[in-house]
């Protein structure tokens, strides 16, 4: 059963404009969640990350918010640029007492220029 | 700078062949993971590894085996390769707060 769910295979944006992607995820437990990218042929890079006890993290471009209630996050990338077309990748763990991450099936976000 | 890194970008192999993928991580991880992705599947989890000469299943065992006799060294095995196995394979190594991942393996099984 899939713990971390990104229901949306594909995102289309504009260069220049907003990208928002969105994760949901299961299980109450997990406390730290993390977002990659992956370009063709290459592994997937850390981007950014956010604990549990926070609602928003920022890295220049890249915000990730947290809605833990609705065990909900999403990561906006401002502004768009064409760079960023890559498969986002959405990950859970629980940080006390799990050891592997939990992944989404991941978002391939094409930016047009 | 952290690394983890697999033996091959690219393999061809044939149908029955056996098949070992490598990787190596110069973290001093303990947790290690293979994972494999293919189109509209994401990252699936193979097996992955807590310790030395521990193992345990992850999402899609079947048709694998790992090895794990030395903590830097993680081994995914594919006893009799399969075109189903025909897929893009990922290695990562794990702190508790981050995972760091190998640059891919793409096999083809032919």
């Known amino acids: 059963d899939q713990q971390v769910k990104q229901n949306s295979p594909s995102l289309s944006v504009q260069e220049g404009r907003i990208s928002i992607l969105n994760c949901d995820y299961t299980?109450?437990?997990?406390?730290?969640f993390l977002w990659y990218k992956k370009y063709p042929a290459e592994g997937p890079t850390f981007l950014i990350s956010?604990?549990?006890?926070?609602d928003k993290n920022e890295d220049g471009r890249f915000t990730v918010f947290l809605n833990k209630s609705a065990k909900h996050l999403s990561l906006h990338i401002v502004p768009s640029q064409p760079g960023d077309s890559a498969v986002y990748f959405c990950?859970?763990?629980?940080?006390?007492?799990?050891?592997?991450?939990?992944f989404g099936t991941g978002t391939s976000l094409t930016v047009i220029p | 700078d952290v690394k983890v890194t697999q033996s091959s970008r690219y393999l061809v192999k044939r149908t029955g062949e056996k098949v070992f993928l490598e990787c190596v991580q110069d973290?001093?991880?303990?947790?290690m993971f293979w994972y494999r992705q293919d189109p509209g599947l994401g990252l699936r989890l193979i097996y992955f590894?807590?310790?030395?000469?521990?193992?345990e299943k992850g999402d899609i065992p079947e048709g694998y085996s790992v090895s794990r006799e030395k903590k830097e060294r993680f081994s995914l095995i594919l006893e009799s390769a399969s075109t189903n196995q025909t897929s893009m394979y990922l290695c990562?190594?794990?702190?508790?707060?981050?995972?760091?991942f190998g640059q891919g393996t793409r096999l083809t099984v032919v």
């Open positions: 990562a190594s794990s702190s508790p707060s981050e995972a760091f």
């Open positions: 299980n109450s437990m997990f406390d730290y």
């Open positions: 956010i604990s549990s006890i926070k």
């Open positions: 990950a859970a763990s629980d940080i006390v007492s799990g050891n592997q991450f939990y």
């Open positions: 973290m001093d991880h303990e947790n």
């Open positions: 590894s807590y310790d030395v000469k521990m193992k």
